[in-house]
C-alpha cells in the first residue's frame, strides 16, 4: 500500500469545482489527478499524441529523419509542443522512443521506412549481455536531457511533462528479437533455457531505466511514465517471478523523486493485481480493462489511466461522444487521467480527437 499523505486527504473527496480549489493544491490538473484528486473534468493526453495523425508531424518529419528528432533537443522539442499547441492537452510527453537508451549500450539501432524498429546486433549470448555498456545517462543521453530543460521552459506552468523509459522485459523483447518481437521464441528461448542471462540483461536495464528515469525528472520531468507494452504475454504467476522484481527496484528507486510513476502493459487485463505490486502510483490500463474492475483491485491509492479503444476514434461522431463519455464516467470514482488504451492511429482523423476533447472538457 502507498501512503501518500495528500492522496490520503483526496481520494474520498466530492469533486470540487475549479473555483473552489485551493490555492495549495499544484495548479497541473494532471499532476492532481495522479495524486488521487477527483476532477470534474480529468485530465488529458494521448499516448503517441505526437505523430503521424498529425498534418504539422508529417511536414517535419518530411524534412527531419526520426533518430535525428529525437537526438537534436530543438527539433524533440518542436515535435513535443506540436500537439499541446493544437489540442491544448493537460500534459505533454518528451518526443523520444523507448529504444533510444540502448545506442549508447552499444546497440544498432535503426528506423527502416514502414517497418518499425531494426537492431543488427542482438542480444542472445551471455557475451552478448556482458558487453552491454552500463551508462551515464547525464553523459551519453544529455541530448535528451537537454530537450527536457527546453521544453520545460517552453510550455506552460501548468501543462506537466512526462519522461519515459521502456521497461526491462519489454526492451529486452526488442533486444533479443532485434526488431519487433512478436512472437517472441527467441526472448522466450533465453527466458526458459538460459535464465542466468536473461535476469543478468533484465537486471542490467533496469539499473540503466532507474538512472535514466532519475535524469530525466532532475532536467525537469514532472511525472515519469515506464512502457512495458510486451509484458502481457506473461501469465500472472511469472509475470511475479521473472518481471517484478526488477519493476520494483526501478519504482523503489524512484520513490525518493515524489513525482507520478506510471506504469503502462498493452495486453495485461489479467496483471491488473500485479501492476499494484510493482510501486507504481498511476495504473495505464488499455482498452480491454475495465475502469471499475481495476479500481476494485487496485483500490483508491492508485489513479488510472486511459483507458478509451484508439478505434473508437475511426468512428462517427455519436461513438466517439458515446464512448468518451463512457470512459469519463467510469473514471469518477477516484483519481483519473484521460488517455487512449494505446497510442493514436496514425489514420486518426484530427476532427475526431477535437470531438473526443469537446465531448471530455464538458463540465
Ligand atoms: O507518445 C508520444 O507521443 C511520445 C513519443 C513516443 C514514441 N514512441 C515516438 C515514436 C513514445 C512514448 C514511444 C514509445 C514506444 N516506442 C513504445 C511503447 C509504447 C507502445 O506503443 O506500446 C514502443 C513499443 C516503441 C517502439 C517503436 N517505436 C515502434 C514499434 C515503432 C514503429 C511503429 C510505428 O508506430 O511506426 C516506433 C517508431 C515511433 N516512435 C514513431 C513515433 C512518433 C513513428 C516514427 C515516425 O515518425 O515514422
Same mark, same amino acid.
Given at each position: 500500500m502507498l501512503s501518500n499523505p495528500d492522496r490520503a486527504q483526496t481520494s474520498s473527496s466530492p469533486v470540487i469545482p475549479p473555483s473552489m480549489? @485551493? !490555492? @495549495? @493544491?499544484?495548479?497541473s490538473s494532471y499532476l492532481r489527478a495522479a495524486r488521487g484528486e477527483k476532477l470534474a473534468v480529468p485530465p488529458v493526453w494521448l499516448m503517441r499524441?505526437?505523430?503521424?495523425?498529425l498534418p504539422e508531424y508529417l511536414e517535419f518529419r518530411a524534412k527531419h529523419d526520426f533518430l535525428e528528432v529525437c537526438n537534436v533537443p530543438e527539433l524533440a522539442c518542436e515535435a513535443t509542443l506540436q500537439p499541446i499547441r493544437r489540442f491544448r492537452f493537460d500534459a505533454a510527453i518528451l518526443f523520444s522512443d523507448i529504444l533510444v537508451p540502448l545506442v549508447p549500450m552499444g546497440i544498432d539501432l535503426s528506423f527502416g521506412k514502414g517497418h518499425g524498429p531494426q537492431i543488427a546486433n542482438p542480444v542472445r549470448t551471455v557475451e552478448d549481455v556482458t558487453k552491454l555498456r552500463n551508462i551515464e545517462p547525464r553523459e551519453s543521453l544529455g541530448n535528451v536531457l537537454n530537450a527536457i530543460r527546453m521544453i520545460r521552459a517552453e510550455l506552460p506552468r501548468q501543462t506537466a511533462l512526462i519522461g519515459f523509459c521502456g521497461a526491462p522485459f519489454t526492451l529486452s523483447a526488442y533486444m533479443v528479437e532485434g526488431g519487433k518481437p512478436d512472437p517472441f521464441a527467441n526472448l522466450k528461448r533465453m527466458m526458459y533455457a538460459d535464465r542466468h542471462t536473461f535476469d543478468a540483461l533484465l537486471n542490467k536495464l533496469a539499473d540503466m531505466v532507474a538512472s535514466y528515469l532519475t535524469a530525466m525528472v532532475e532536467a525537469g520531468a514532472d511525472a515519469i511514465q515506464l512502457f512495458d507494452?510486451? !509484458?502481457?504475454?506473461?501469465p500472472d504467476w511469472e509475470f511475479r517471478v521473472v518481471n517484478l522484481p526488477v519493476l520494483q527496484k526501478i519504482f523503489a528507486a524512484l520513490k525518493p523523486l515524489n513525482v507520478p510513476l506510471t506504469y503502462f502493459i498493452h495486453g495485461g487485463a489479467h496483471l491488473v493485481g500485479a501492476m499494484k505490486d510493482t510501486g507504481c502510483t498511476v495504473a495505464s490500463l488499455d482498452w480491454r480493462v475495465s475502469i471499475p474492475e481495476a479500481r476494485r483491485v487496485l483500490g483508491d491509492n492508485i489513479t488510472l489511466q486511459g483507458n478509451l479503444d484508439a478505434t473508437v476514434l475511426l468512428a462517427d461522431e455519436q461513438t466517439i461522444r458515446r464512448e468518451t463519455r463512457r470512459v469519463k464516467e467510469e473514471g469518477r470514482t477516484g483519481g483519473h487521467i484521460f488517455n487512449l488504451g494505446h497510442g493514436i492511429l496514425p489514420i486518426t482523423p484530427i476532427a475526431s480527437v477535437e470531438i473526443m476533447l469537446d465531448e471530455l472538457r464538458k463540465n
Open positions: 480549489q @485551493s !490555492s @495549495s @493544491s499544484p495548479a499524441q505526437a505523430g503521424r495523425y507494452t510486451w !509484458s502481457g504475454i506473461l
